[in-house]
Each structure stands twice: as C-alpha cells, then as structure tokens.
C-alpha cells in the first residue's frame, strides 16, 4: 500500500542557545526514516532524550527539521513555507501528554472545539457550534460539557477534549505525544479503546509516541524503537517483544513493571 | 462579585487608614503654619494664639480628625491656611492637571510595552529581544531626574518645546483646535520623561510573562491547527500571561503618579507636585493631609480598576467564590 507518510533520513540539530535538556552537543535527529501505511498505527518508542518528541514536532511542523523530507499526501512538508503549511496542518493534528497545560485554561469546552475552525475559517458560527458538540459526544463527553472550564474536568476527560480537539479539523494523522502517559491505569485503558475506535470510525492513522513498550505494542501495527536520534530497531510488535535485537528494546523491556525478564505479550495481540 | 465587594471594602478601610496616619504624622512634626509668625516681632503672641485658636489648631488630635472628616464629607477637604479658602477646590484644579498626565502617560506606556515586550519574548535571544533589552537596561539606569533635566536642556537649546507650564500666554483666546495643540505641545516633554521611566519595567515584566506561557502545550496546539502568528500572540499568549501584568499594571499607576510629582515639580506642571511641595514646605497641614489621601485615592483607584480588569479578563477569577 501507497504509504501516507514516509520520512526520509530526517536530521534535525538544535542550535545556539534553544538547545533544550543539558545543553549535550549532537543532533536531536540523526538520520531517521520509516513511513506509515493510512489507518495504521506506527508506534514511536525510546527513553527520554532519544528523539521522540523533536521527531512529533518536526512531523506536525512545529519544528523545522535541519533537513531530509517528510512526505505527506504528495508534499515534502519540509520545503512548504509557512502559508502552504497553514493548508496542510489540520491533517496532522497533535495530541500531547499533559492534559491540563496542553488546553487553553481560558476557554470553555466549547471554545476549544470551535478554535481551530475559527483559525481555518470554517464553517458558522451553529455549524462550528454543532460539529463541536458532535465531537464532544464521539469522544465519550456529554453535550453538557460544552460550557464548562477546563478547571472542571477530570484527567480523563481533558484528554478526550484534547483528543476532540485534535479531531475537529478532521485530520488524517493524528499524533500522540505521550498522550496516555500522564493519565492512571484505569483511564488509561479507557482512552487507549476510545483511540481505537476512533481509529476505526475516522479512518486514522496514527503515530503514537511513548516510552511503554507494552502499551505501544497493544496499540500498534508496528514498532520503530528510538536511540539518541535514531531509529535502531522497526518490526512488528511480536517481533520486536519477543526478539529484541538492539540494547535500547531490552532496556526498555526491562523498564516495563513485573516483567522484569521476559515480558508477557498483552492479551489484545 | 464577592471578590469585587471584597476588594472594594479593603480600598475604603485603607483609606480610613491612610487618613489617620497622616493626621497622625503631621501633628507629630513640631510646629505649624503659625510657627513662623512667633519669630516676627512685629506680630505679638496674643495674635498668633488667637490665629491658631481661630483655625483650631489648639483642639485635641481627635476633635480636629473628626471636624476634618466633617468637611471630607462636604468635599471642602479642609482649609488652606496659605490660600485662606477650602483645600478641595484648589486641589482638585491641580489633581486634573496631575491626572491628565499620569493617564496619558500609563496608556502611552502600556502601549509601547506590551507589542515590545511580546515580540521580545517571541524572539527570545535574538536580535530584536537583544536590542531592547539593552535599549531598557540603559533607560532602567537614568534616574528620572536626570531625563527630565536632560529633556529641559534640550528643550531649551533646540526651542521645539516650550519649557514648563501647561499652557502658553495668550491661552484663552486660541481656538479649541489651536487649544488642543498647545496643551499636547506643552504636555510632550513630562509624558516622555513619565513613560521612559516607567517603561523599561512594564517591558520586562511582559517579556517575562509572555516567555513564560510561550512553550505552553496550548499555544502548540494551536500552531498544529494554523494559527497566524498574530492571532496566536494577542488571542492566547497574551491573556495566559496577563494576571500578573493587570496587577502590574494597578502599580504602574501608582509609580507613574509618584514620578509625575517629581516630573512636575521639575518641569513646573501646575499639578498636584509643586501644590504639595509649597504646601509641606510652609506646613498647610490639610493641602498636606488632602494631597496625599488624593494621591491614595487615585492609587486604590488604579488598583481597583486593576482588579476589574482581572475580574473581566479570567474566568477562573469570576468562578472562584462559588467553587469555595
């Protein structure tokens, strides 16, 4: 199949003084390609620092890669200047870890739905108004939620409004920057079935970035570990699990919690 | 509205407060208007007794509080002894004079500071953030003395501006438009010296605050969705950092007021500034008393204002009460 994206020995080096973390020389991207099939999910797994999240940046266009090329519905993301950009960005929609500061603590629900289509000029104001509330109900909130602050929502449910959000531009990529990471076990699982029937319903592909190998590998169709801005190993979760090949998997596998030597397999698989 | 009601009950006891103090302080001072009197030979003591018996300053502390809080009530304020008339009359001339200044001054200043100090923070580290920030380190370090003395000079060599007052000779039978232009030529020169000192410090604080909400996970999301550049900065940027900067700018207002008295006196602007210093100099205790509860007043004012606009600005403020 014809791959939705497909990146392409993507570098990306921070200069000067914006260099996030101790200030350690070396590229936060080093040489990093892979591409993903539509509808599929390809999950992004590594240790903090290993790249995962300069990597979401560059993808969603927030940050411009050193150089390479992301391709993406027959554009090189990279070359677009900003106005070319502003036309591709509702189809790659980001979703982020925290919950509480990734959401406008100013605006309603409401408000938060509508934002993106006042930004890409979208429809009216009752039409913006209705597909919010449409959202807010495909994401497992009540229509009720509309006028309420973010200050009254629970965890969870900031991450479904985030996720509404993310989905109001009608995206095909969604990425997922750790987005379940901040959340306990049970809402956990909760969101991780939500975006899988969101994937199913809207047609979705996803990237999703995190550090759980074992919830990556319930989630994903394939796995690509990180390491220091590279990508070392890429398989099939069964593969990966069951035969990690590269010193940065088995660490990670050491990492997950009661599987200290072989980690089980979840259920799902 | 509890937090509104709050407040406005806090400014009226600091007030009261205030009051008290300075009639405290000001009958601790030795000697009064009189006292200079008593030197003078030609004068005999009886008359000085009878003077200061005639404007009561031979009553107790509290009888003299409350016949003052008696005329507070009237608006009287009190009475001049050196301009023999009521102090709310002759303060409140100049307490225009003084806030024409100090309004046009903070709106000018809020101005210039808040699309300086957001593009300061939006290229942070780079030139233009750089540049001004070096730009307000040098102003921070001119004393306001000097910049007003400096623009005099200037005044003076250059004859572009007149050099103090508020209006030219010959005033009254300009036109209204010829009016308007004297008085914004002759109000040039203190409003400079007002938002050059007090700007470097609004500019700071801005850049501080917007820097500090710019990484937000919010504001990237909203760069995911395409938000121009502007929309982004003034829409969500800017009210995610405003609290502290409408409490800021509440202060700015008393800073801008207590420099404009030095400016005025400088730059002989017939606000409250030189009214005060004659009047402390020669001891006309109630324009001493009046001026400085004035002073309070347009403070708690600000401040006041201040927290409306915090009130209006974030709804978590207005939910606050209810959620207790």
Known sequence: MQPLIQVEHLVKCYSGRNVPGDGEVGPALNDVSFSVAPGRTLALVGESGSGKSTLALCLAGLERPTSGRINFGGHDIVALDEKQLRAVRPQIQLVFQDPVSSLNPRFTALEILTEPLIVQRRGGRNERRERALTLLECVGLSREMADRGTGELSGGQRQRLAIARALSLAPKVLILDEALSALDCSVQAQIANLLMELQSSFALTYLFITHDLVMAAHLSDEIAVMDRGRVVEQGVPEKVLRAPEHEATRRLMAAVPGSNVTPRLPRAL | ?324
């Open chain 2, 1 to 324: 509205m509890r937090f509104l009601l709050r407040r406005l009950i806090h400014a009226v006891f600091l007030l009261f407060g205030v009051s008290i103090l300075t009639f405290l302080f000001s009958s601790l001072a030795p000697g009064d208007y009189f006292g200079e009197m008593r030197l003078d030979p030609h004068i005999a003591p009886e008359t000085v007794t009878a003077l200061r018996a005639q404007y009561q300053l031979d009553q107790p502390l509290p009888v003299r509080y409350a016949r003052w809080m008696k005329s507070v009530v009237h608006g009287d304020l009190g009475f001049s002894f050196s301009y023999n008339s009521p102090v709310g009359p002759l303060l409140w001339v100049r307490a225009r004079n003084t806030l024409l200044l100090t309004v046009t001054a903070t709106l000018l200043t809020w101005g210039l500071a808040l699309p300086l100090g957001v593009w300061s923070a939006e290229r942070l580290g780079h030139l233009p953030d750089t540049l001004i920030s070096w730009t307000m380190a040098g102003l921070l370090v001119v004393p306001d003395l000097a910049l007003a003395l400096g623009l005099l000079l200037f005044a003076v060599r250059s004859g572009w501006f007149p050099t103090g007052g508020l209006a030219s000779i010959g005033f009254d039978s300009l036109s209204p438009l010829d009016k308007l232009r004297d008085l914004a030529l002759h109000m040039i020169l203190p409003v400079v010296v007002l938002v050059l000192t007090a700007l470097p410090l609004v500019v700071r604080h801005v850049r501080a605050a917007m820097a500090g909400v710019l990484d937000a996970p919010f504001l990237r999301a909203a760069r995911g969705h395409g938000i121009r550049r502007h929309r982004l900065l003034y829409r969500y940027a800017l009210p995610a950092a405003a609290n502290p900067l409408i409490s800021l700018f509440g202060f700015s207002i008393g800073a801008l007021l207590s420099s404009s008295l030095l400016v005025e006196v400088v730059m002989s602007w017939p606000g409250m500034g030189p009214f005060l210093v004659e009047a402390i100099l020669s001891r006309d205790l109630y324009v001493v008393i009046g001026g400085v509860l004035l002073s309070t007043l347009f403070l708690v004012a600000g401040n006041f204002g201040a927290d409306l606009l915090l009130y209006w600005a974030d709804p978590r403020i207005r939910t606050e009460p209810e959620a207790k």
